[in-house]
């Protein structure tokens, strides 16, 4: 079977391209009181649909999403793909950043930043707001998986920080995947359930594995 093949019956495309779909729904409906739960699921169901039935092969659905020289599109290409439960404490972030949370947060492993959150819900931090406000929807962000990439150090590395923060005493914690795609979906669900200790994830892994 062709490694789009794969990409597409395991769901990993199919979660960007939903996410992008219903992105700006779900910020709208986040920013009304009350929040309107019934909007949200019913333009996941359209979006859902309409992904469902486009007759894009994966190469188009692909240009939908990214440039045809994105990085994105050289992991989905390249990747053996299964949809698991994985645990919250083998998850790092992406690097260089995740919205504005501080780069000294986010050089650790995903547990780090899941207690800065915690930590300062109150902070007028974008990522902050964003993250409380998406853990109101933490059962609907369920249907929507989380994509991660093994092995970590793909994107984990020392020259990414160092291009964007510039030298200092970077000590980049190694894990044995990063977050792709849904750092603030993550954050949201280990904000709702501190006990969570998975998150459904579209994991990535070499496909010579």
């Known amino acids: 079977m062709r490694l789009g093949a794969l990409i597409l019956e395991n769901g990993a495309l199919d979660a960007y391209l939903l996410w992008e779909v219903l992105k700006d729904t779900v910020w709208g409906a986040l920013e009304r009181s009350p929040l309107d739960r019934d ?19 994966v190469k188009m659905k692909m240009v939908q999403l990214f440039s045809p020289f994105s990085q994105r599109v050289r992991l989905l290409e390249e990747k053996r793909w299964s949809l ?8 790092g972030t992406v ?24 930590q300062n819900l109150q902070s007028d931090s974008m990522s902050v707001r964003y993250v409380r406000s998406l853990s109101r929807i933490a059962d609907i962000l369920e249907k929507i998986p ?5 092995p970590g150090s793909e994107q984990r590395r020392l020259d990414e920080m160092i291009r964007v923060w510039g030298q200092r005493d970077w000590k980049i914690h190694e894990t044995k995947g990063y977050i792709e795609d849904g750092n603030h979906r993550a954050l949201a669900l280990a904000l709702s359930n501190s ?6 994830c579209c994991v990535g892994r070499p496909a010579h594995d």
């Open 95 to 118: 690097i260089p950043c995740v919205g504005d949370l501080p780069p000294e947060v986010i050089q650790e492993s995903f547990i780090s930043p899941v207690e800065y959150v915690s």
């Open 195 to 200: 006990e969570r200790t998975s998150i459904r």
């Open 84 to 91: 698991v439960d994985y645990p919250v404490s083998e998850l």
């Open 146 to 150: 989380v994509i991660v990439i093994e």
């Open 39 to 57: 909007r949200i699921l019913r333009s996941m169901g359209l979006a859902e649909g309409l992904i469902a039935g486009l007759s894009f092969d």
